[in-house]
């Protein structure tokens, strides 16, 4: 397999100025609509970038739950590798990808904690078995294997038999307020679109076309 040699055409759409929302969140709620219109799988699913006291960058996927003109939240263990490096710097970066549809939406700005009410009342709305295995899982953690994990899991569902489960002290989510939106439509011969909204200090948003 030549690694090299693999591309593709980029040919679904093209981003033009004119076709811009005013209000980035009112373009990223076009879009994403759009990309659940496109049965993309987990449109929601979004990379989120935090940084170490060290300096070392991680990555991994989290889901979007909530968004709104305060910022977009997704919820996890507090005592995971992300929630520390967050504590150290909040500092983060989201990226979505919808390959369907030629598109990515990069997203920078800080994140700060959620209250336990609004944690709480998300939780309430989890599956029994996400309850669990909040309970079960010490996120990021070094595990013996599988089936420890699997051991406690049934654990936790014996141990809340018949009551409602309560929420874990150490789970929680974050809010991620934007400073920076950057949108990228594929294009034509390598000449993608990419627009990049920055939050000015008035609270308007300057928009600007960045060369692909």
């Known amino acids: 397999m030549n690694i090299a040699n693999m591309r593709g055409e980029y040919g679904h759409g093209a981003l033009r100025r004119e076709d811009l929302k005013a209000d980035p969140l009112a373009q990223f709620t076009l879009w994403f609509e759009q990309a659940g219109q496109a049965n993309i799988l987990e449109p929601n699913s979004m990379s989120l970038a935090t940084v170490s ?38 500092d983060v970066a989201l990226l979505f990808l919808w390959l369907p549809l030629e598109r990515q939406l990069t997203i920078t700005g800080q994140a700060e904690k959620l209250s336990v009410r609004e944690v709480l009342a998300y939780f309430l709305t989890r599956p029994v078995d996400s309850q669990l295995a909040a309970w079960a899982s010490p996120q990021s953690h070094v595990i013996s294997s599988r089936q420890m994990l699997e051991m406690k899991w049934q654990e936790m569902k014996r141990k809340f038999t018949g009551g409602q489960i309560p929420l874990p002290s150490f789970w929680g989510g974050y809010r991620v307020k934007p400073v920076e939106y950057e949108f990228w439509q594929g294009g034509a011969h390598r000449l993608h679109d990419r627009f990049l909204y920055t939050r000015q200090p008035d609270g308007s948003w300057k928009i600007e076309r960045l060369a692909p």
């Open 53 to 90: 006291a060290q300096g070392q960058p991680s990555l991994r996927t989290v889901l979007l739950k909530q968004y709104d003109q305060r910022g977009f939240v997704f919820f996890t263990n507090l005592e995971s590798r992300k929630a520390q490096e967050i504590a150290q710097n909040p």
